[in-house]
Structure formats: structure tokens, C-alpha cells
């Protein structure tokens, strides 16, 4: 998974890599297979201390999207608020150590080894890449960030209209991020904004 979600990072890198490599990485973005409903609801039931039922009136086990470290899937609360719950893939953090690892040392060696590296500075940027995923990996870091960017458009309002979800802190842990749902279109959508 960790390669995969390398792969995505470079389909974004078009001072790196050429149009037609950029292309094919892209797929990375889109063809990520779901886990299992019963291993998503074991981390959620887990995270959260308590079966699904204290916390939400209804759960869509069908995931809403589904990428390289969580799958995102619709939610209500108790109290009748729409919400999406982020969850981390089962298991995934010790493939992502064992992948990040590999990673680190074929950087090491590509700077040592090659004038391409010592010019890319490629130990740098996969020790980089490593310290961004493992941050990833803990979802108290997203909804802490969402807080931060929130605080700070309205301190400094942009000039689009932008939104950024409240999360749940109650319902929040380094594997469990549950946020308020938002129609809409995403930054990297390009497409118009909504009203």
C-alpha cells in the first residue's frame, strides 16, 4: 500500500516525471479495492469502545470511497447529524513501516550510488515521504489540521467560497476520523463551485 500511495503522490509531480508516466500513475488514485465490512466495523467498534449503535442511528457498511490507508463511509448520528467516518484499513500500519523502511534504504543507496540521487537529494525526500505518511497514519493529526485551516480562514478569508468539515471529537482517534458530510467539489476537482 505504502508503493501505491507513493505512486499517487508522483502522479501529482509533473516537474518530476513525464505526461504519460503521470497518466498511468493517476490510475493509482482510483483503483483502491475496499476491506471488508466486518474488518472495518472490528476498528470502529474498537476505536471507539462500544458498538456502533451508542454512537450512530445509521451506518452505510458500503463504503463511500476507498483509498491506499482508509475508506470513507456515510454516517448519522444520534442526534440525527449527517456525517462521514474515515477509518484506517485494518493492519495497514505495519505493511506501511515495512514498505517505508524499504523505501528509506533504496533512497539511502540511490544518493550513495548515483549522481541522479545525490543531485534529487533522494534520501531527503523519502525520509520526507516517510515522516508524511506516518503522520497520515494518525487521524487525530487530519482533524487537528482541519482545525488549524479553519481558524486560519477566518482570520484571513479566502478569496473562494471554501469549507472545511467540523469533525467530532468525541468520535475521533488516530484511527477513526468522523466529520460532518459536505456537498460539494473538492480542490482538485477543477470543476465549479457549488452554492
Do not use: C
Not at 99 to 124: C, V, Y
Request: aromatic content about 6%.
Amino acid at each position: 500500500m505504502t508503493f501505491v500511495k507513493l505512486g499517487q503522490v508522483l502522479s501529482t509531480r509533473a516537474d518530476l516525471l513525464p505526461a504519460p508516466y503521470l497518466r498511468e500513475l493517476a490510475q493509482l488514485q482510483q483503483q483502491v479495492a475496499p476491506a471488508p465490512w466486518s474488518e472495518i466495523q472490528d476498528v470502529l467498534e474498537s476505536e471507539l469502545e462500544g458498538p456502533l449503535e451508542q454512537f450512530f442511528a445509521d451506518f452505510d457498511p458500503e463504503p463511500l470511497a476507498a483509498a491506499s490507508i482508509g475508506q470513507v463511509h456515510r454516517a448519522v448520528l444520534r442526534n440525527g447529524q449527517r456525517v462521514v467516518a474515515k477509518v484506517q484499513r485494518p493492519g495497514i500500519r505495519p505493511v506501511v513501516e515495512r514498505d517505508l523502511d524499504i523505501a528509506e534504504r533504496l533512497g539511502q543507496m540511490l544518493e550513495t550510488r548515483t549522481d541522479w540521487g545525490r543531485k534529487m537529494g533522494t534520501a531527503a525526500l523519502t525520509a520526507s515521504f516517510a515522516d508524511a505518511l506516518r503522520e497520515e497514519l494518525d487521524f487525530t493529526v487530519e482533524a487537528r489540521n482541519m482545525t488549524a485551516l479553519e481558524r486560519a480562514m477566518e482570520a484571513h478569508p479566502p478569496a473562494q467560497r471554501l469549507t472545511v468539515p467540523q469533525h467530532e471529537p468525541a468520535l475521533t482517534t488516530p484511527r477513526v476520523l468522523v466529520m460532518q458530510e459536505l456537498d460539494g467539489v473538492t480542490l482538485s476537482d477543477g470543476g465549479r463551485w457549488r452554492n
